[in-house]
């Protein structure tokens, strides 16, 4: 099977820990320490190919921090976290974006980028951050979307499975 690391990034209290949870072991943690980047594994098929996935879920960020260099070495997508009903969240996408590719020295990396807790703005009817103003940013970034919720199971799969693919090239969609 073929190996691939990403790395699941944004801003800290998003979901990333939970998201990721949910998709290895397919149950909602409530709280997670916050703090801690952990390492997954896990199994994905993916047509004909077998991959076995090495997810990062990093510690958060913020305007001021980075995300561990160490952490980041091997990383071939990311998908980057904000929570809809946070505005702050979704503002520095952008910026924790380049920040990586910078410290990767890349020109470009695949990205997802992923709007979670939706199950919190359908159960209050608003959000910080409207669906069409997320997928315009990631179209801006040449990155995919996905709205999500990590409590609810919404789009779980749907997210990883998008990076992988665009990490594979197998994506066409801009
Ligand atoms: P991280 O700091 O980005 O890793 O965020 P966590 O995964 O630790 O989640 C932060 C908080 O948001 C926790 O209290 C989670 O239970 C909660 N949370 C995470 N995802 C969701 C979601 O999809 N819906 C709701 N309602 N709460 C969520
Ligand atoms: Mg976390």
Known sequence: SKHRKIAIVGARNV????LTVQ???????????????????????LGK???????????????????NTK???????IAIVYSCVNRASFEIVELVRDK????LG???IPTVVVANKIDLRDAQGH???SQEEGAALAKELGAGFVECSAKQNVGVD??????????EGLDAKG
């Open 100 to 103: 990586i590719v910078d410290q």
């Open 49 to 67: 190919n077998n991959y076995t996935l090495e997810i990062c879920d990093t510690a958060g960020q913020d305007e001021f921090s980075l995300v």
């Open 127 to 129: 959000s910080e951050v």
């Open 71 to 77: 952490s980041l070495i091997g990383v071939k997508g």
């Open 23 to 45: 998709y290895v072991e397919s149950h909602f943690v409530e709280s997670y320490y916050p703090t801690i980047e952990n390492q997954f594994t896990k199994q994905l098929v």
């Open 106 to 108: 890349l020109e470009t």
């Open 158 to 167: 749907e997210a990883v499975g998008q990076l992988v693919m665009r990490i």
């Open 15 to 18: 979901g990333k820990s939970s």
